[in-house]
C-alpha cells in the first residue's frame, strides 16, 4: 500500500505520463481511502486546468495574493 508522499509523487507524475497499471492501481486504491491525497489531486487537476486556460485566455490573470495563497499552500503540502 502507498503511503501519502508516494500517492502524492505518483499523481503529480501521472499527469504527465502514463503510468504502468500497478502503479496505477496502487494509486487508485490509495485515493479511494485517503480524502487527503484525494484533495490534493483535485487541486493538482484545477491548477493544471487553470494554467492552461491562462496561456489561451489573456484577460485571465491571477492577483499578486491568490499567487501568494498558491504558493503558500503548495509549500505547506510539502511540509506537511
Known sequence: MLNCK??????????DEKLP?????ALKMHLILCRSCTNFTRQL??????SRRS????DF???????QRIANALKD????
Open 45 to 50: 487537476q484545477f491548477l493544471r486546468k487553470a
Open 6 to 15: 508516494q500517492a502524492s509523487q505518483l499523481a503529480s507524475r501521472a499527469m
Open 21 to 25: 497499471l500497478w502503479k496505477n492501481i
Open 55 to 58: 496561456r489561451t485566455n489573456l
Open 77 to 80: 503540502m510539502q511540509n506537511g
Open 61 to 67: 490573470q491571477l492577483t499578486e495574493e491568490a499567487r
